[in-house]
Nanobody, 118 residues
Framework: QVQLVESGGGLVQAGGSLTLSCAAS????????MGWFRQAPGKEREFVAR???????YYADSVKGRFTISRDNAKNTVYLQMNSLTPEDTAVYYC????????????WGQGTQVTVSS
């Protein structure tokens, strides 16, 4: 069982930056594929970024060039550095983990709110 706890959300002005963290429990964190998703009010949850156990990264087109996902296996933590934020980035951000680098995510965090003011 893996537990995920996100932190780092908050209120920021457009053009600003935030870094989200996701701390994972468990001794095999380095083997997990990790992802960030977000859900804005009235919208479906959408993919934001993911990182494989081999540290390959993938991004949604809407965040490419602005967001960076990374992981620190020594700290069992995955990060999402978000730059040049816009009000369209306002959402609850969720961290997710899966036992492989493909397929469904097995574990989800509780989410952290990011609000970008114009």
């Amino acid at each position: 069982q893996v537990q995920l706890v996100e932190s780092g959300g908050g209120l920021v002005q457009a053009g600003g930056s935030l870094t989200l963290s996701c701390a994972a429990s468990g001794r095999t964190f380095s083997n997990y594929g990790m992802g960030w998703f977000r859900q804005a009010p009235g919208k479906e949850r959408e993919f934001v970024a993911r990182i494989t156990s081999g540290t390959n990264t993938y991004y949604a087109d809407s965040v490419k060039g602005r967001f960076t996902i990374s992981r620190d296996n020594a700290k069992n933590t995955v990060y999402l550095q978000m730059n040049s934020l816009t009000p369209e980035d306002t959402a609850v951000y969720y961290c997710a983990a899966r036992r492989t680098n493909s397929g469904s995510y097995n574990y989800w965090g509780q989410g952290t709110q990011v609000t970008v003011s114009s």
